[in-house]
């Protein structure tokens, strides 16, 4: 890890970033100055100052606060998301590659169906149908991920499974559970991990863009989201109250690429930086 980060200086940044956003999400009630909900008609749509950093929104709620607590949601959506758009690509990848046949084609078009429509066009289907809120938008964007996990890891499986030591392990006995576990899985998880560091930045601006149509966490729950889409008509008015969530969502977003693509060089067995 050490290494990792001084031959990546831009992963270091990104990491230090996300690690200050993590950290202040979970103690947001200790170290968020006003309560993101707490209505102050006395500092409506007040500057940027002193008392209040990020100044206020049209209610007179403190926009930093509400910064801070937005974080809450959409990283929390956004890690859960891909751990089980992860784990359920793993699974169906390495099940398709593995076992091939009429299982791999089922598996294949079902994959090429999901991978057919835009994320965004899909992901609003599927809050259009469910009720609106965390839990929903969390549905949507593991269904809306998977599939690329499926294709990436299957790949993966159909170049494993061809090696020596499988062959080896079917001569000495073992069964296909075991060689699933034992050998091709953990030529599969680095994989899916990059992808799912690729990745991350890109639920973000999913569950951002679900919470602007009105689809993800409901008032008076604060997310990035939803905070520009109140605030969007007070753009000219008071641009502060749009341009500081829409800051939230760029820096964290562009965080995650950054280091995505860093560990995606590092794990490259092309890669010089990659420790054998």
Not at 87 to 114: C, E, P
Not at 138 to 146: E, H, K, P, S, T
Request: charged content about 15%; hydrophobic content about 50%.
């Amino acid at each position: 890890m050490k290494r990792f980060f001084k031959t990546n200086k831009f992963a270091l940044v990104a990491a230090i970033i996300l690690g200050i956003l993590l950290l202040s999400s979970i103690f947001a009630p200790f170290i968020s100055p006003y309560n993101p909900l707490h209505i102050d008609l006395d500092s409506i749509k007040e500057a940027p100052g002193t008392s209040h950093p990020f100044g206020t929104d049209n209610k007179g709620r403190d926009i930093l606060s509400r910064v801070i607590y937005g974080a809450r949601v959409s990283l929390s959506v956004g890690l859960l998301a891909g751990a089980i758009s992860m784990a359920f690509g793993l699974f169906f990848g390495i099940v398709s590659g593995y076992f091939g046949g009429r299982i791999d084609r089922a598996i294949m078009i079902l994959t090429d169906l999901t991978l057919a429509f835009p994320s965004l066009i899909l992901a609003i289907g599927i809050t259009v149908v469910l009720p609106p809120g965390i839990y929903t938008v969390l549905i949507a964007l593991a269904a809306v991920g998977w599939a690329s996990f499926a294709r990436l890891v299957r790949g993966v499986v159909l170049s494993v499974k061809e090696f020596p030591y499988i062959e080896a392990a079917r001569a000495i006995g073992s069964n296909r559970i075991r060689i699933l576990i034992n050998h091709i899985l953990p030529q599969c998880i680095p994989v899916a991990m990059v992808a799912m560091g690729l990745k991350l930045g890109g639920f973000i601006l999913l569950e951002s863009a679900l919470s602007f149509l009105g689809l993800g966490a409901q008032p008076p729950t604060p997310t990035w989201g939803s905070m520009i889409s109140l605030n969007r008509i007070y753009i000219h008015s008071a641009p502060w109250m749009v341009i500081f969530p829409g800051l939230a969502i760029a820096v964290t977003t562009i965080s995650f690429n950054m280091l995505g693509d860093a560990l995606r060089d590092y794990l490259d067995p092309k890669s010089g930086q990659r420790v054998q």
